[in-house]
């Protein structure tokens, strides 16, 4: 039993809406075998994870799983299970799993739900994953093993990658307003929104927040002297680089004084209330080890308190309270310390809302100066302090105060904020009573620090009084009321056509003004520029342009391969548009039949925005279902439908309803809203059409206008850019026509038997002939598919240049052309099928089989290799062009001479030549 891949689906995905990790996972010699068969498998099992017992499996009650383990399931199956109970012992609290067929006995796809914030490269889950299968082939096996050290290595692991308490807070807030989230990496770095709206957030710092402000505020010193001008009270200090300069300092300011580093954070480091040189001395020395300098001040009596200020504004305060315990009169201090330690809310660093209490150095010598140690027991009710600082990070508790604070205390700390620069800082002070008035130079307190990214969680889950909402003040302050946070998402899917449509979507909202973000096969746009070259119909391209700070419009091509690979690249589109879906890439990725592929398309139906608008296709009645599937309707999307034909019942039906629909009729494109039938744009405007006779791009125009329309595109906006839309600019190997001397060359993506078919009834309309091909086909479909698809272009035409791409494809090499020749021959015994050597071969084979006004179709695999190969060869043409005219022009100025000799003979010649 093995693992082949893990792979991560961070969008929604043909299994769910939020992240999975997908496991292939090869059973081999356990194929046959079932649970029931191995001896005590079952009880081992629960043995070593007793929560599987919990586990549904489901029956709708506990022990579902087990009941079938002992009846007998599959390993893969028990393998998901486990992966989801060793997720839950880490802490990494997950539901969903699923384990289906992948084609083939024993081959199974293993499916996780992974935490929607966790970075989509952890390892976390690839290793959950193969510690499952472990676990399960070596129980299946009869063997014993010992899995603890991997969970508290997994546990702890797992700790540090997820996101902390602040981060997950500033997530949670942005999702509750509907404003897309994503993780950036492997720190607490997230971005929301998308395109032109789009922002970052680091933990408590947004990407506005002023870098200069941050530098202030790490360095104490200078923080102090900010302050100090601005008239705001601040502890008396010196900055202090040596031993020496440091007692100075003391001697300066008499005791007690606080030594802290320059540069600190967390109260780490900091010496509270020394009385003497030597302490001074000591508490610099144990700094510098870590330190480049310290602050000596005075040390001012009160009580701690941290204020949250979010663009000019209070939005919370707290009371921070110094670690501690309370006596029990039986347990001592170091049990104590283990019982506040077992509080659930106390965890490692900054990850839990409480940090866990360690008894350092630190403790002991403070227990020491009271006159406790660990092991003493402090009598019931009797406080023992661990920390003089009163800080959350070393173990401290905090109760909120946000409703007590004066409003003297505002103002000081809204100029505080202002001072340093900052738009969200912690501000530290000490304060004889933060509800009592405060007034400049009373002495009843002082600033003590200032604070860049400030931790929330004692403001989001305080150890007493009420939880603030700290995360979405922040959330406010970057989105204030009204301001959007998305851009439009347009998301196309089909079997052929997604490519000219994205193009042409992406032209109309180009010419209304907008800067498009597209991606297509041939890779990712901004505005008309080529960003990232290549097949670009995923998650990630579509990543690409929703992150570009530039858009303002999003058109996304988005295939069956991007989909199965990745899942969708965003959580919701505004519109989605199903072009067709017709038999291609059968056999691949688990998809064996149509209504597999059906099910995949849909996802890009399922996905769109409360009230969207989806497009689909009457004419396809795997389009028209996607309409009345539940996952769909749950979002009462608005449907709009397009139809070649205007008796289409299903349209008609649509319209009759209060539907909207688009569809040809005489050669106009027709907006049918009720009643009322609306003229949009003559077929043969349309350049791309070839005056109505290329079916198939009337339908994808039809597309585009449902498409803007539905993004309230002007009927006269859209006409304008649609007539402007130039096939051979703009479309560029979709149905592009070139020509090489007169004879013309049309360049087309056709790969399937629905796509081949369009086109080559396209060149027979339009040019009143058959065809000569230059034909490749993909190698990753299955032979049956390939089989069709030359068997369609062998009923076209009967002649053929057949040729293989570079990339092969797991193909052996001169496979493809047998495969692709017998396709030709079973569909024309008498066709010339001629195998060639590459593309170029292929089509100089098929130019020399054309005749002068026959049509050449170029069917490729790589635009660019055919691209540059016709521009070659319209090079030469022009080459030879060139000096066939230069010959005559020589000959005609020798003739010129001959015309007064002779000016008939001479006007006879050079009209020949003219002809």
């Excluded at 592929?597 to 497009?615: H, M, P, T, W, Y």
Aim: a negative charge; glycine letters at 8%; aromatic letters at 4%.
């Amino acid at each position: 039993m093995r693992i082949i891949h893990v792979r991560r689906l961070r969008g929604p995905n043909q299994y769910v809406s939020w992240p999975v990790a997908v496991a292939l996972v090869d059973l081999e010699e356990l194929t046959r075998q079932e649970t029931s068969e191995w001896p005590d498998f079952t009880e081992c099992l629960l043995r070593a994870l007793p929560g599987l017992a919990e586990h549904h499996c489901g029956a709708g009650r506990p022990n579902g799983l087990v009941d079938k383990m002992r009846r007998g399931t599959y390993a893969g199956h028990v393998a998901e299970h486990v992966a989801l109970e060793l997720s839950h012992l880490i802490g990494r609290e997950v539901h969903f799993g699923r384990t289906v067929d992948a084609g083939r006995a024993g081959l199974y796809r293993v499916i996780m739900e992974c935490p929607v914030d966790e970075w989509d490269r952890d390892p976390i889950p690839e290793r959950l994953f193969r510690l499952a299968v472990r676990v399960v082939a070596e129980l299946a096996g009869g063997r014993t093993l010992d899995i603890r050290a991997e969970l508290a290595e997994l546990t702890a692991d797992y700790e540090r990658s997820r996101l902390g308490v602040s981060s997950q807070a500033l997530a949670d807030a942005a999702r509750a307003r509907g404003i897309p989230v994503r993780r950036l990496s492997d720190a607490a770095l997230l971005q929301l929104g998308h395109g032109q709206h789009r922002r970052r957030v680091w933990a408590a710092m947004d990407e506005h927040t002023s870098a200069i402000g941050v530098d202030v505020a790490s360095d104490k010193e200078i923080t102090k002297r900010l302050l100090d001008t601005a008239g705001i009270p601040v502890a008396d200090g010196i900055a202090a680089y040596s031993e020496q300069e440091a007692v100075a300092a003391f001697e300066e300011l008499g005791g007690p004084v606080v030594v802290k580093p320059v540069a600190g954070h967390h109260g780490q480091d900091v010496h509270l209330e020394l009385r003497a040189p030597d302490a001074v001395a000591t508490a610099y020395r144990e700094i510098s080890q870590r330190h480049a300098g310290a602050l000596v001040e005075v040390y001012v009596p009160g009580t701690d308190y941290r204020v949250l200020m979010v663009g000019g504004r209070l939005v919370a305060a707290t009371q921070l309270t110094a670690a501690h315990v309370v006596g029990d009169g039986e347990s001592d201090i170091a049990a104590l310390v283990e019982l506040a330690n077992d509080d659930p809310r106390r965890g490692e660093g900054h990850d839990r809302p409480l940090t866990r209490i360690t008894l350092d150095e630190a403790v002991t010598a403070y227990l020491a100066v009271q006159g406790f140690r660990p092991d003493k027991v402090p009598a019931a009710d009797e406080v023992v302090w661990l920390r003089r600082t009163a800080n959350m990070s070393t173990g401290g508790t905090g109760r909120d105060v946000t409703d007590l604070v004066h409003p003297d205390v505002t103002r000081l700390c809204q100029r505080t904020a202002a001072a340093v620069g900052l738009d969200v800082c912690g501000i530290d002070l000490r304060l004889a009573d933060i509800s009592g008035p405060w007034a400049p130079g009373d002495g009843s307190g002082v600033v003590l620090e200032v604070n860049a990214s400030p931790g929330l969680r004692m403001h989001l889950s305080p150890t007493k009084g009420e939880q603030r909402d700290v995360a979405g003040a922040i959330i406010d302050h970057m989105y204030p009321t009204g301001t959007p946070s998305r851009v439009p998402i347009v998301s196309v899917t089909g079997t052929n056509g997604k490519t000219t449509t994205v193009r042409m979507i992406a032209h109309v909202l180009r010419a209304t003004g907008l800067r498009v973000g597209m991606t297509s096969t041939d890779g990712v746009f901004v505005d008309h520029a080529l960003v990232y070259p290549g097949d670009s119909s995923g998650a990630r391209s579509a990543e690409m342009v929703l992150d570009d700070p530039t858009v303002q419009a999003a058109v996304l091509e988005t295939a069956r391969g991007g989909i199965l690979g990745k899942g969708l690249g965003y959580d919701r589109a505004d519109v989605a548009v199903v072009t067709n879906i017709t038999a291609d890439h059968l056999g691949v990725d688990g998809i064996e039949d149509i209504e597999d592929l059906v099910r995949v398309k849909a996802l890009v139906a399922e996905e769109i925005a409360d009230r969207g608008s989806l497009v689909l296709n009457a004419d396809d009645p795997h389009c028209v279902g996607l309409a009345t599937s539940p996952a769909v309707a749950s979002r009462d999307p608005n449907v709009l439908l397009f139809s070649l034909d205007p008796a289409n019942p299903v349209l008609l039906r649509h319209v009759r309803q209060g539907g909207t629909g688009y569809l040809l009729d005489d050669g106009w494109l027709i907006e049918a809203e009720g009643p009322r039938r609306t003229p949009l744009l003559n077929v043969a405007d349309v350049a791309l059409t070839f005056g109505g006779l290329a079916a198939f791009n009337v339908a994808n125009t039809l597309a585009v206008v449902a498409a803007c329309r539905a993004l309230d595109v002007p009927r006269r906006a859209l006409r304008d850019a649609l007539v402007t839309f130039d096939g051979s600019l703009h479309n560029a190997g979709r149905s592009a026509v070139y020509h090489i001397g007169e004879r013309p060359v049309v360049v087309d993506y056709a790969h399937n038997t629905a796509a081949l078919t369009a086109i080559g009834g396209l060149l027979r309309r339009r040019w009143g002939s058959s065809p000569v091909v230059a034909l490749t086909l993909p190698g990753d479909r299955s032979d049956e598919l390939v089989s069709d698809a030359a068997y369609a272009v062998g009923c076209l035409t009967d002649r053929v240049a057949v040729y293989e791409d570079i990339d092969l494809r797991d193909r052996e090499p001169g496979e493809m052309t047998k495969l692709i020749t017998a396709a030709l021959c079973a569909a024309d015994p008498s066709i010339k099928a001629v195998p060639c050597t590459g593309m170029e071969d292929a089509f100089t084979t098929a130019l020399s089989m054309a005749a002068p006004d026959e049509p050449v179709l170029l069917v490729y695999e790589k635009l660019t290799q055919a691209q540059d190969m016709l521009a070659e060869h319209r090079a030469i043409e022009g080459m030879l062009a060139t000096t066939v005219e230069d010959t005559i022009k020589t000959a005609v100025n020798r003739l010129d001479g001959l015309h007064d000799a002779n000016s008939d003979v001479s006007e006879q010649i050079q009209s020949h030549f003219h002809c």
